[in-house]
T-cell receptor
Framework: GAVVSQHPSWVICKSGTSVKIECRSL??????MFWYRQFPKQSLMLMAT?????????EQGVEKDKFLINHASLTLSTLTVTSAHPEDSSFYIC???????????FGPGTRLTVL | AQRVTQPEKLLSVFKGAPVELKCNYS??????LFWYVQYSRQRLQLLLR??SRESIKGFTADLNKGETSFHLKKPFAQEEDSAMYYC???????????FGQGTRLTINP
């Protein structure tokens, strides 16, 4: 149990377009979902924390108008990269938790390439 | 500020040898420490957490508050242990994780 999926697994887009990435908890209700960014050979950097039905909390330095997060249900959170640029190319990973203090279950990640 | 340091980016040991992956942290309160592992072409998954005091796949980790360390150890490495290992910290009562840079462990036959 506790499976998290992401869609798409990879996406290539043109500079200036917007890209939406979905994160779903398949067999549990996720009270909280997290979005991370990982550059090649680097660690995961938390971008934002989202709770169902409320606004996401963004980490310092993360532009909330550029990285729109919506957590409309207990099983789905979306990250939209607006007006993407080549520097937004990265590996985006989501995770979900069931209750406070429990482990985070990670999705497989989405590789975004902006041309 | 919360910080996790994994001093070794790469670690290579022979099968059957002991392995220790180092992790040091900086946190003013009482943190919760974790080790996550990512096998080749798989997603990140929890290996162990300090509060459970378990041994998972032969790995153990002890929280040393005096040295602010949470090193991961295994007495006899196996080839299937080859993976990327991340040490992570969450603040007391908080959910969000701060990750170290990761250590790529390679077990040579």
């Amino acid at each position: 149990g506790a499976v998290v999926s992401q869609h798409p697994s990879w996406v290539i887009c043109k500079s200036g377009t917007s890209v939406k990435i979905e994160c779903r908890s398949l067999d549990f209700q996720a009270t909280t979902m997290f979005w991370y960014r990982q550059f090649p050979k680097q660690s995961l950097m938390l971008m934002a924390t989202s709770n169902e039905g409320s606004k996401a909390t963004y980490e310092q330095g993360v532009e909330k108008d550029k990285f729109l997060i919506n957590h409309a249900s207990l099983t789905l959170s979306t990250l939209t990269v607006t007006s993407a640029h080549p520097e937004d190319s990265s590996f985006y990973i989501c995770s979900a938790t069931r209750t406070v203090g429990h482990e985070q279950f990670f999705g497989p990640g989405t590789r975004l390439t902006v041309l | 500020a919360q910080r996790v340091t994994q001093p070794e980016k790469l670690l290579s040991v022979f099968k059957g040898a002991p392995v220790e992956l180092k992790c040091n942290y900086s946190y003013s309160g009482s943190p919760e420490l974790f080790w996550y592992v990512q096998y080749s072409r798989q997603r990140l998954q929890l290996l162990l957490r300090h509060i459970s005091r378990e041994s998972i796949k032969g790995f153990t980790a002890d929280l040393n508050k005096g040295e602010t360390s949470f090193h991961l150890k295994k007495p006899f490495a196996q080839e299937e242990d080859s993976a990327m290992y991340y040490c992570a910290l969450s603040g007391q009562g908080a959910q969000k994780l701060v990750f170290g840079q990761g250590t790529r462990l390679t077990i040579n036959p």
